[in-house]
C-alpha cells in the first residue's frame, strides 16, 4: 500500500518531521519513518554512566536547548508540551552562573566574556580589548567590500572590517563551539547573514549599515505577519493550560530534561510507535530512490523491501542523500559539503564544584590553539546541576576537533579513545589547572556530526533547491542540520514549518514540488 509519506532519517529532524506530518494527514494516510541504524535519535544522545558510588548523564551530541522567545524556541516547547515531557524540564535562569558567563581560553588564562556596556567601565579581559577597537575600525574604515564576490570567509570579512585579532581572539572561538570549524573555511554570507549584508548595504561600514539591515528585515517580516498573529494564539492558549511552566520557561536562558537532551528523541520515538498511522522501520538504511509506477516514489531499502510514497521527507545528511541519489546529476552542496568531526570527551570528578569558576565553559580561540588541543569545555553540572540530583559530582564535557584531532589520530580513522582522554585531561590541567583524578572518562568520536557551511554555501544551496525540485518528479522535499542552521531548534523549527506551511497534505496525490528550501533561501538574499 502507498504511504502518504515517508520520512527518511530517525534523528530529531526526522522525528519531528514525522510528529508535525503525521498528526496532520488526514485519518487514513499512512506515514512511514525509515532509520538505518538500530537506534532512534541520531546525534542526540545521553548515555547513563556509574563510577564512584554515582550514578550520572553523559551527553555525547547536543546537550541544551536555546530559550528566549523566537520561533525556534517556540516550535521546541510546542514539542516539550505535545510530549508531556514539561515536568521533565530542568532550565537555567537567565542570571544563573551559566546564563551570565562565558569564557575564552587566552593569553594564559580564563577571560569572561562582557556582558554589557558596564565593561568598558570595569576593564574588559585581553582577549576582548581589540573589540572596542574593532568597532573604531569598522567606523573608519571606508567601504572595502571586495567588488564582485558574493561571498567570503568569516576569517576575511572579520578581518577586513574589525582586526584580525577580532577573529583571532573571539569569532573563531564562537565558530569552534558551534561549528567545530575554523572561520577561515566558514561562509561569512551564510552565517553572519545580518552583519554581511549591512556591509555590502551600507556605505560607511557593518555597524552603520545595521540600521538599514534592520528596517529591511522588519519590512520583510511585515509578510509574515498573519502566521506570528497565529502562532501567538496557539502559544497563549498552551500558556493558559499551564502558566507556571511558561512563566519559568520565560526566565530560561537554556534548557534539557532531568534525564538529559535524549528524553525529548526518546519520547518522541514512542509515541511516533503509538499513532495508529505511523509505522517506524529501524536498522534498514534506504539504498535507492526512484520514481515507481503510478508516479509515487520509490524508497528501497538495504534489506529489499520497497516502500511506495506520494512524498518524500528527506532528513539524511548530505553524504547519505547523495548515496541514494548515486546516478542523479551533480549537485555542489551534496558534492562539496565537507562535515565536522568531534572528540566528545565526558569527564566526572567524584567533588561538587570542581572548576575554579561557575560558567558554561570555555571556549580556546585560533590566538591560543597552540596552548590546548581542545576546542572548548561545558561545565554540564554548572549548567544543569539539578541533572547530577544527589550525587556530589563535577560533570564537564571536553570537546576536540579539526587538525588536533587528526594530529592524535595519527593517520588511522579515529584516534584511539587513550590519547583523546589524555588530552581532554592535558586541556582541564591547562586551562583550569584541575589536577585530581576524575572517577570516569569517556571519549566518544562523533564522526561527521556538523556540516560544514563553507564559502559559496548560499549560491550552493539555491543550485540545491533546483536539484531537489528535479528529483521523484517533485516529490522531495528536505529539512535538516545542512539547510538553514544545525542547531536543534532550527531543524525542529523547519520540520515543524515544512508540514504546518509548506506542504498541502491534503493534496498529496499530485506533486508538490515543495523542496523545503525556498523560505530558508529568500531569508539569505
Ligand atoms: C558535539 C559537539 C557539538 C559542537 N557544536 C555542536 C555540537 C553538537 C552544535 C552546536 N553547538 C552550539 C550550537 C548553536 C546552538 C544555538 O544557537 O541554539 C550548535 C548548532 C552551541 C553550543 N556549543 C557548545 C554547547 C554545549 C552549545 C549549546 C548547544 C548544544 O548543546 O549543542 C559547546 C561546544 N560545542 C562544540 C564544541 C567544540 C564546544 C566547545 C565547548 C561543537
Redesign the pocket.
Known amino acids: 500500500m502507498t504511504a502518504a509519506i515517508a520520512v527518511l532519517g530517525g534523528g530529531i529532524t526526522g522525528l519531528s518531521a514525522a510528529w508535525h506530518l503525521a498528526r496532520r494527514l488526514p485519518p487514513a494516510a499512512r506515514l512511514v519513518l525509515v532509520e538505518g541504524s538500530p537506534r532512534l535519535g541520531g546525534?542526540v544522545r545521553t548515555d547513563r554512566r556509574r563510577a564512584g558510588g554515582a550514578e550520572f548523564l553523559a551527553?555525547?551530541?547536543?546537550?541544551?536547548?536555546?530559550g528566549g522567545d523566537s520561533r525556534?524556541t517556540a516550535a521546541v516547547l510546542e514539542l516539550v508540551d505535545d510530549l508531556d515531557l514539561r515536568s521533565q524540564v530542568l532550565a537555567a535562569p537567565r542570571l544563573s552562573p551559566a546564563a551570565r558567563n562565558r569564557y575564552i581560553y587566552y593569553g594564559g588564562e580564563l577571560n569572561c566574556m562582557p556582558r554589557g556596556l558596564g565593561a568598558l567601565v570595569t576593564g574588559l579581559p585581553p582577549a576582548v580589548k581589540c573589540l572596542p577597537r574593532g568597532v573604531w575600525r569598522d567606523l573608519t574604515t571606508p567601504k572595502n567590500t571586495p567588488a564582485g564576490a558574493s561571498d567570503e570567509s568569516i576569517h576575511s570579512f572579520v578581518s577586513r572590517r574589525f582586526g584580525e585579532q577580532v577573529d583571532d581572539n573571539l569569532a573563531s572561538a564562537v565558530m569552534?563551539?558551534?561549528?567545530?570549524a575554523d572561520t577561515k573555511d566558514l561562509s561569512a554570507r551564510a552565517l553572519l547573514y545580518p552583519y554581511w549584508l549591512a556591509d555590502r548595504l551600507g556605505s560607511n561600514g557593518v555597524i552603520r549599515g545595521l540600521r538599514r539591515v534592520a528596517r529591511l528585515s522588519r519590512a520583510r517580516h511585515a509578510q509574515f505577519a498573519a502566521r506570528d498573529a497565529e502562532e501567538k494564539l496557539a502559544l497563549a492558549r498552551r500558556r493558559a493550560a499551564d502558566p507556571e511552566f511558561w512563566d519559568a520557561l520565560d526566565d530560561a536562558s537554556?534548557f534539557s530534561f532531568r534525564d538529559g537532551?535524549q528524553a525529548l528523541t526518546d519520547a518522541l520515538g514512542r509515541r511516533l510507535a503509538a499513532l495508529p498511522n505511523v509505522e517506524v522501520v529501524t536498522g534498514q538504511p534506504a539504498a535507492q530512490a526512484r520514481t515507481g509506477a503510478g508516479g509515487n516514489a520509490e524508497i528501497a531499502l538495504a534489506g529489499g523491501r520497497v516502500i511506495s510514497a506520494q512524498h518524500v521527507v528527506n532528513t539524511l545528511p548530505l553524504p547519505r542523500l547523495r548515496e541514494l541519489f548515486a546516478a542523479a546529476g551533480p549537485a555542489p552542496l551534496l558534492d562539496e559539503t565537507p562535515y565536522?568531526s568531534?572528540a566528545?570527551v565526558n569527564v566526572a570528578f567524584g567533588a561538587r564544584n570542581i572548576t575554579p569558576v561557575d560558567g558554561?565553559?570555555?571556549?580556546v580561540p585560533r590566538a591560543a590553539a597552540a596552548d590546548t588541543a581542545?576546542?572548548?569545555?561545558?561545565f554540564d553540572s554548572c549548567v544543569l546541576p539539578a541533572q547530577d540530583g544527589a550525587a556530589a559530582i563535577s560533570r564537564l564535557?571536553v570537546?576536540?576537533?579539526g587538525a588536533r584531532l587528526a594530529e592524535l589520530a595519527g593517520g588511522a580513522d579515529a584516534p584511539p579513545a587513550a590519547a583523546l582522554e589524555d588530552a581532554a585531561l592535558e586541556s582541564l590541567r591547562t586551562v583550569l589547572g584541575i589536577r585530581a583524578t576524575p572517577i570516569d572518562v569517556d571519549a566518544t568520536v562523533?564522526a561527521g556530526?556538523?556540516p560544514s557551511y563553507t564559502v559559496g554555501y548560499v549560491e550552493r544551496l539555491k543550485a540545491m533547491h533546483e536539484w531537489v525540485g528535479a528529483q521523484l518528479g517533485g516529490r522531495m522535499s528536505v529539512v535538516g542540520?545542512a539547510y538553514g542552521?544545525?542547531?536543534?531548534?532550527?531543524c525542529i523549527l523547519h520540520a515543524r514549518d515544512l508540514a504546518h506551511y509548506h506542504l498541502d497534505l491534503a493534496a498529496l496525490d499530485r506533486p508538490q514540488r515543495v523542496t523545503g528550501l525556498e523560505e530558508i533561501i529568500k531569508a539569505l538574499e
Not at 551527553?59 to 536555546?66: A, D, H, M, Y
Not at 569552534?176 to 567545530?180: F, L, S, T
Open positions: 546525534w551527553e555525547k551530541g547536543p546537550r541544551t536547548l536555546r525556534m569552534h563551539g558551534i561549528y567545530a537554556m537532551l565536522a568531534v566528545v558554561f565553559g570555555f571556549l581542545a576546542l572548548g569545555a561545558v564535557t570537546m576536540l576537533g562523533q556530526c556538523i542540520a542552521g544545525p542547531a536543534v531548534p532550527q
